[in-house]
């Protein structure tokens, strides 16, 4: 498993995820040649697919080549050849392997979400995540407003509330652009804007990947638990399939690359593949079988602060939004459980490393949450001044107890969504989508690559 760190800023993070993604994906493919190749090797890929009547196509390649290989045969041909020095080949290969599927998981608030209403609050679908043109114009209003947030809330339990029903949109186009492109989205949203459209502009033009056929996004709806996803739409399923059929088309393992809860909702996807299973020996080879890379870009796996924030005070997520209306949506969603903080087993002792020194602050010495009688609450870790009313650990947060003492403690925040969120917790978390008892183990993949920005103020959770 490879653990990358990289420099970034706050106002290009997703700028740097996407260049990070490309450099990833040019270290761990094959060589590859130019476009003319590549289309002479797609023809060959399909006749062989045809020609063949093996449950094992002949041209599935027996063993990737390494890192090591791909540098010394870029380093051979860059050193023999006779092109510019500007333009770049990546293989002398006379016939390379077949294109691994790409498959691109968002994060928190990175799927587009459709509203087909049941009343007349809006006439017709409506993109409600996100148009932000539109939505500025809709929160002016008063009603629109009130409209848009229930739009996004959900009734206990992630359902629908009365007379609303929200979907994910299950497109590549859903995970490429958040809002439609414009003067106001680029001030607003910045490059925040983009999730995966440079990247897919990349591989789809530089590489010639086909879109929804061996390049494909996950679309999901990131307000609901995992359980939800795939009990409500699905989601597991339709992800299982479309990725087994892609590595059948194509004759090779996927590549599957996540950004921030997109990796905990795979961990959920492949506890439901194994759920599904007779083993974990029949799980560990239909692993082997479909996904030989995981990329995660900055994965939530001790969890995070913010998510439990959200629940108790809100959180605006740049949006021109009050925190008391962001409040109001954010308590109803169940995915602002799937990445509380962890409690971990003890890390082994490093001496002098400040990864341990960090981990073992946090694993129970230092409370994540406190409650102090001068400043209220407040998320962040060491002396606040003030008596201390209550303090709460990982443990504590997966459990629900804070929760529970919010809505004792503050009953103007609202008792009743906060007891909510304690009992979801129960109802959402049970086997097989168990994401919050425990860290999650390396899965058996053959390549696990995780990436994490550095000089950026991270909260530790």
């Known amino acids: 498993m490879i653990v990358l760190n990289y420099r970034r800023s706050h106002t290009h993070a997703q700028t740097h995820n996407l260049l990070v993604l490309v450099l990833l994906i040019l270290l761990v493919f094959p060589p590859l040649t130019s476009p003319q190749a590549l289309i002479r090797r797609r023809r060959r890929h399909v006749d062989n697919s045809e020609s063949s009547n093996n ?118 186009s859903s995970v490429s652009t958040l809002s439609p492109p414009g003067t106001l989205s680029n001030l607003v949203l910045a490059n925040t804007n983009k999730v995966y459209a440079d990247l897919i502009s990349f591989l789809t033009t530089s590489l ?51 950004h921030s809860l997109g990796g905990i909702v795979f961990r959920a996807f492949l506890q439901y593949v194994e759920a599904e299973m007779e083993g974990k020996e029949e799980f560990d080879s239909w692993l082997s079988q479909n996904v030989e890379t995981l990329v995660m870009l900055s994965p939530p796996l001790l969890g995070a602060v913010s998510p439990a924030r959200a629940v108790i005070s809100g959180e605006p997520m740049g949006l021109p939004l009050a925190e008391a209306d962001a409040w109001r949506m954010e308590v109803t969603f169940g995915s602002s459980l799937t990445a509380l903080p962890l409690p971990f087993p003890d890390v082994p002792k490093r001496e002098g490393s400040s990864v341990y020194e960090r981990l073992t602050r946090f694993n129970g010495q230092e409370p994540l949450i406190t409650v102090t009688n001068n400043t209220g609450y407040h998320f962040s870790s060491g002396s606040t001044g003030g008596g201390v009313l209550a303090e709460f650990h990982a443990s504590n947060i997966t459990t629900g107890e804070v929760f529970e003492y919010f809505a004792k403690s503050f009953p103007e925040v609202g008792s009743s969504p906060l007891t909510h969120k304690r009992d979801h917790i129960k109802h959402a978390f049970r086997p097989p989508y168990d994401t919050l008892s425990s860290p999650w183990a390396r899965p058996a993949v053959a390549n696990v690559i995780i990436a994490y920005g550095y000089d950026v103020g991270t909260e530790v959770g």
């Open 55 to 172: 449950d094992t196509p002949a041209h599935f390649p027996a063993q990737q080549p390494s890192l090591h290989t791909t540098f010394q045969a870029l380093k051979r041909r860059q050193e023999n050849s006779t092109m510019p020095s500007t333009l770049t080949t990546f293989s002398t290969k006379s016939d390379p392997s077949p294109l691994p599927p790409i498959i691109l998981i968002p994060g928190l608030g990175s799927s587009q979400l459709v509203s087909v209403p049941k009343t007349s609050c809006f006439e017709a679908m409506h993109l409600v995540w996100l148009n932000l043109p539109q939505l500025v114009k809709t929160l002016a209003s008063s009603t629109l407003a009130e409209c848009w947030i229930s739009s996004l809330s959900l009734s206990p339990y992630d359902g629908d509330p009365l007379g609303f029903k929200t979907r994910p949109v299950h497109s590549l």
């Open 208 to 258: 010639l990947y086909d879109p929804n056929v061996n390049l494909i996004g996950c679309a999901f709806d990131w307000r609901v638990s995992c359980r939800r996803m795939q009990e409500r739409d699905d989601t597991f399923e339709r992800l299982r399939k479309n990725l087994e059929r892609a590595v059948k088309r194509e004759g090779r393992p996927a590549v599957v690359i996540t």
